[in-house]
T-cell receptor, first 113, second 113 residues
Framework: GAVVSQHPSWVICKSGTSVKIECRSL??????MFWYRQFPKQSLMLMAT?????????EQGVEKDKFLINHASLTLSTLTVTSAHPEDSSFYIC?????????FGPGTRLTVT | AQSVTQPDIHITVSEGASLELRCNYS??????LFWYVQSPGQGLQLLLK??????LVQGIKGFEAEFKRSQSSFNLRKPSVHWSDAAEYFC???????????FGAGTTVTVRA
């Protein structure tokens, strides 16, 4: 149980375009989901906390207007990278809370050319 | 603020040998502590967690960890390493009130034949 999926797993986009990443909890409901960013050979950095039915809470230094988060239902949160630039290229990982546990998705590799 | 230090960036161990990964945390109260494993290009898999009670916790894949409050440590151990244990290992500390996780920098484990 407690499976989290992400879609797409890999995406390439051109600079200036927007990309949407979906995070779904498949067999449980999650009122809270988290979005992380991971650079190669580095740790996970929390970007924002996504709460169902309310605005996301962003960590210091994360641009709210660039990384749009929507948590429209108890099983789906989306991260939209707007006007993407090459420096936004990274591995984006989401997690969903079930009780005190976070279950992680497989990640989405974003490459901006 | 909570933080995690993993002093070892990279550890190489022979197959069949024992493994110990160090983790030190900083947190004002009793923390939630986790160990996750990440294979290349993949999301995170929970190995084990500590919330309270017995300070020696057992996890999946033959891993165990011991919480030592006096040393602010939560070291991960495995008595006999398999080649499939080669991966990146992350220690994380969480807050009881909001379940946000802070990750250490990670330790890369290489297993040699």
């Amino acid at each position: 149980g407690a499976v989290v999926s992400q879609h797409p797993s890999w995406v390439i986009c051109k600079s200036g375009t927007s990309v949407k990443i979906e995070c779904r909890s498949l067999d449980f409901q999650a009122t809270t989901m988290f979005w992380y960013r991971q650079f190669p050979k580095q740790s996970l950095m929390l970007m924002a906390t996504s709460n169902e039915g309310s605005k996301a809470t962003y960590e210091q230094g994360v641009e709210k207007d660039k990384f749009l988060i929507n948590h429209a239902s108890l099983t789906l949160s989306t991260l939209t990278v707007t006007s993407a630039h090459p420096e936004d290229s990274s591995f984006y990982i989401c997690s969903a809370n079930s009780g005190a546990f976070q279950y992680f998705g497989p990640g989405t590799r974003l490459t901006v050319t | 603020a909570q933080s995690v230090t993993q002093p070892d960036i990279h550890i190489t161990v022979s197959e069949g040998a024992s493994l110990e990964l160090r983790c030190n945390y900083s947190y004002g109260a009793t923390p939630y502590l986790f160990w996750y494993v990440q294979s290349p290009g993949q999301g995170l898999q929970l190995l084990l967690k500590y919330f309270s009670g017995d300070t020696l916790v057992q996890g999946i894949k033959g891993f165990e960890a011991e919480f030592k409050r006096s040393q602010s440590s939560f070291n991960l151990r495995k008595p006999s390493v398999h080649w499939s244990d080669a991966a990146e290992y992350f220690c994380a500390v969480g807050a009881k009130n909001d379940y946000k996780l802070s990750f250490g920098a990670g330790t890369t484990v290489t297993v040699r034949a």
